[in-house]
């Protein structure tokens, strides 16, 4: 079965432009979670999907923002680019949605100039 | 809320030495408790998780982790420790809403 998959795998923008990312889930998974990773902030929840409905919310602008299609595709979207959002974006997806093992994509990379 | 908290930053062991990385977490229910491993450059790799049940769990690349209620912690282990394993573990407590906390992650290093 195959993996988590996010498109694309590095990205390159400048100040104040937007930038869409794209996760695919394991096939099955109903459920897409989003991770911002940078070296000074680590880890940080941004937002869960389940059926094509945001389910839960971490502490960000509201510059991020998702949706989730109804093949369980998701894409998450920020709006006017600041320096500070240069980190890795993660992707996981699980089976369900409480309580599940959630699978981790290998991220886009996203560098803002 | 939850949260997580991995103490060492970064460890340092010879190839073959026995591992343990710790892992304290804070969580008010019955947490779900995870290790993830990543290379550089590469996304999380799911090694373990306790959900219930016993307390000691095996995963994958011959890890173990013990969940002790009593101290809060969730600790990682393996017994001989190979050049390969050398990249950056989390720590991670789920909750009922699959709100995922990560502790800040411990790099390890290999020594030949």
């Known amino acids: 079965k195959a993996g988590v998959t996010q498109t694309p795998r590095y990205l390159i923008k400048t100040r104040g432009q937007q930038v869409t990312l794209s996760c695919s889930p394991i096939?099955?998974?109903?459920?897409v979670s989003w991770y911002q990773q940078t070296p000074g902030q680590g880890l940080q929840f941004l937002f869960e999907?389940?059926?094509?409905?945001?389910?839960n919310k971490g502490n960000f602008p509201g510059r991020f923002s998702g949706r989730q299609f109804s093949n369980s595709r998701s894409e998450m979207n920020v709006s006017t680019l600041e320096l500070g959002d240069s980190a890795l974006y993660l992707c996981a997806s699980s089976l369900l949605g409480q309580k599940q093992t959630q699978y981790f994509g290998p991220g886009t990379r996203l560098l803002v100039l | 809320a939850q949260s997580v908290t991995q103490p060492d930053i970064h460890i340092t062991v010879s190839e073959g030495a026995s591992l343990e990385l710790r892992c304290n977490y804070s969580y008010g229910a019955t947490p779900y408790l995870f290790w993830y491993v990543q290379s550089p450059g590469q996304g999380l790799q799911l090694l373990l998780k306790y959900f219930s049940g016993d307390t000691l769990v095996q995963g994958i690349k011959g890890f173990e982790a013990e969940f002790k209620r009593s101290q809060s912690s969730f600790n990682l282990r393996k017994p001989s420790v190979h050049w390969s394993d050398a990249a950056e573990y989390f720590c991670?407590?789920?909750?009922?809403?699959?709100?995922?906390?990560f502790g800040a992650g411990t790099r390890l290093t290999v020594k030949p």
């Open positions: 999907y389940f059926s094509e409905t945001q389910r």
């Open positions: 991670a407590v789920g909750a009922e809403n699959n709100d995922m906390r």
């Open positions: 096939s099955g998974h109903r459920s």
